[in-house]
């Protein structure tokens, strides 16, 4: 008995290691043929077919190319599985090209404002490449008076000629304490101004009329779209 339960016990362990002996053998067999999957993101199709062949491994592209501002058309834009994973040798590797950056038809912006052409750009998926300025009393104000491209055209990016308009005169605003104030109210007014006389009080051994506060104050700049206000004595 004793003996034949040293064979069983030997042919156990012989049958233990010639199992685990074919497992490393399988597991080394299988790391044998596997290899690293290559970067093919900006690879052009012909090279990124070629760096597969060399690594054992085979492209598939899909037939949809995708757009992408940042990866040049016709190069490869996503790949699956991506590099870096371990892959058996004659793997299909799955990759998708560019269609370079998503061109859009521009609109006709001429005569709209600045903000309505902003908002029309960034609804219909389009960049503004920059913004110049001029002014001339030639052209609408605040309004766009060229772009390029031209409407019709397809482009990712646009860019805009804007007329700010004729810039207003502006004017120092005199000192007006002391003085009359209809009379310099009527003055003002008749350059454009808006002039408000707000309510008087008395000040003593000064004439009724007289101005006594002004806003703005004498030596700031003053626009015809201002207000001016002027309080005067009783």
Do not use: H
């Not at 970067?39 to 190319?65: E, F, H, I, M, Y």
């Not at 371990?86 to 269609?99: F, G, K, M, Y």
């Not at 101004?193 to 707000?198: E, G």
């Amino acid at each position: 008995m004793w003996t034949a339960g040293k064979i069983v016990l030997l042919v156990c362990a012989l049958a233990a290691t010639y199992v685990l002996f074919a497992l490393i053998g399988m597991r080394a067999a299988l790391r044998a043929n596997e290899v690293q999957v290559p970067n093919l993101v900006g690879v052009k199709v012909d090279a990124a077919t070629q760096r597969l062949a060399d690594a054992g491994l085979s492209l598939r592209l899909d037939p949809n190319p995708r757009p992408d501002d940042k990866v040049a058309a016709g190069t490869i834009v996503q790949q699956d599985p991506v590099a870096g994973v371990q892959a058996r040798r004659q793997r299909t590797i799955r990759a998708w090209v560019s269609a370079g950056p998503r061109a859009t038809t521009v609109p006709a912006l001429v005569g709209q404002s600045e903000r309505t052409a902003r908002m029309r750009l960034g609804e219909d998926g389009l960049e503004i490449a920059g913004v110049s300025e001029f002014r001339s009393p030639d052209y609408p104000a605040d309004a766009i008076v060229a772009q390029d491209p031209a409407p019709d055209a397809r482009a990712p990016q646009v860019s805009l000629l804007l007329n700010r308009g004729e810039e207003a005169a502006t004017y120092v605003m005199p000192d007006l304490i002391g003085t009359t104030g209809e009379r310099a109210a009527e003055a003002l007014r008749a350059r454009g101004f808006r002039v408000t006389i707000v309510g008087s009080q008395p000040y003593p051994g000064v004439p009724a009329g007289t101005v006594v506060r002004q806003q703005p104050a004498g030596g700031f700049r003053v626009g015809p779209s201002d207000s001016i206000s002027l309080e005067v004595s009783r």
